[in-house]
């Protein structure tokens, strides 16, 4: 594995290989090593963060090992106009290892083309949150006791919630059965569900009956409306609020299940479920360390094993990305590049229309040319 940018990309056997690693890093999450002695962990935060950046240098800390950056893009050079290229070409020479926040989709792909050290993908836009899903996956193993046929109920801003498509796609191999609960208009992407249901054979249902849902769950994972993605806020305004996680819905969860949320929250679970055995949103976040002491060890070749990552090269295309939320639409130098979508998936969904079906390779993007 060189770079981070997509937990899909890992096998089955790797993600297993790298949660092991993450377990064995539980105890030196608080007590420390010297591990990673002399390495530095460059944090480049173009977004608010507060659990990822800190917990990404907490991680390199107990590591032993040292961390910088900047956690306002506005005081970079950024606002100087230079570009990501030139960004990452620049903090590549004083780091052994970059995790990077962007708002547009792809955006850690696109750096991953440009360093010669590891690139983590912190949160691209809407698009993924790779290192969230590894804590969340952490957590589930070690709260839950299995991460295979789990009944997962996602429920909140599953369009934007970076966080729920990257969780998706990684349980997939371990064979779980997905119930979505999204108001109208967040529903996954397009990409997502295709991508679910007919290239990795994971049943995909969907409702709006959450009591319904949470009756059978064994996890039930939360997000939060991301107001930030919105373009307008009447769209915004039009789904605030519409779902809540309340004492009412978790009292049907059976017992022992978990009720998950990458945080932070706004309104969707009150403070009142707090206090129920199955909230387990707060030690979700202390596993943030260790998974991520994992996969920094991991891409500076500090643990035994080799975790294997499918890299996937696309084909360049005289064809700009339509959609205005990918890296290509704000860094214009970057090539277009592609992938081809296979024509026995592409043609399970009628609504792509007739012609030859990519996805972009940055941003999940679906066209037919
Ligand atoms: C999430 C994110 O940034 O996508 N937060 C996090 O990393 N813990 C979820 C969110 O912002 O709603």
Do not use: W
Not at 153 to 177: H, N, Q
């Amino acid at each position: 594995m060189k770079h981070f940018v997509d937990i899909s990309r890992l096998s089955k056997q790797g993600l297993t290989a790298l949660l092991a690693v993450a377990e064995e890093m539980v105890p030196l999450a608080r007590g420390g090593t010297d591990l990673a002695a002399g390495k530095i962990l460059a944090t480049l935060f173009y977004e608010p963060s507060t659990r990822t950046r800190l917990s990404f240098e907490s991680a390199m800390q107990r590591l032993g090992g040292r961390a910088l950056g900047f956690a306002d893009a506005a005081a970079s050079s950024v606002a100087k106009g230079e570009s990501l290229a030139d960004t990452i070409r620049t903090v590549d020479k004083y780091a052994d290892v970059i995790a990077v926040r962007h708002p547009a989709e792809g955006a850690a792909l696109a750096c991953s083309f440009y360093a010669e050290v590891p690139i983590i993908n912190a949160g691209d836009g809407g698009h993924l949150h790779p290192t969230q899903t590894l804590l969340d996956l952490l957590t589930i193993k070690r709260e839950f006791g299995r991460l295979e046929n789990l009944s997962v109920v996602l429920t909140g801003d599953l369009r934007y919630g970076r966080t729920a498509s990257s969780l998706a796609l990684a349980l997939a191999p371990f064979k779980p059965r997905l119930v979505c609960v999204a108001p109208e208009g967040l529903e996954f992407p397009p990409h997502v569900v295709r991508r679910l249901r007919a290239e990795l054979g994971t049943p995909v249902e969907e409702t709006d009956d959450l009591a319904a849902a949470a009756r059978g769950a064994d996890v039930l994972y939360v997000t939060r409306i991301q107001q930030e993605r919105f373009f307008s806020t009447d769209d915004y305004l039009k789904v605030k609020g519409s779902y809540v996680v309340d004492k009412r819905i978790v009292e049907l969860m059976p017992e022992g299940s978990l009720v998950l949320h990458p945080l932070p929250r706004v309104d969707e679970i009150p403070p009142a479920v707090d206090d129920d055995a199955r909230a387990r949103y707060f030690e979700q976040m202390r596993y943030g360390v260790p998974a991520r002491m994992a996969l920094i060890a991991a891409l500076l070749g500090l643990t035994p094993k080799k975790i294997p990552y499918k890299e996937i090269r696309g084909e360049e295309l005289e064809l700009p990305c339509p959609n205005p939320r990918c890296v290509t639409a704000s860094e214009k130098y970057l090539k277009k590049l592609y992938t081809p979508i296979l024509d026995k998936t592409a043609s399970l969904f009628g609504e792509l229309g007739e012609g030859k079906r990519y996805r972009c390779l940055y941003c999940d993007y679906e066209v037919v040319v």
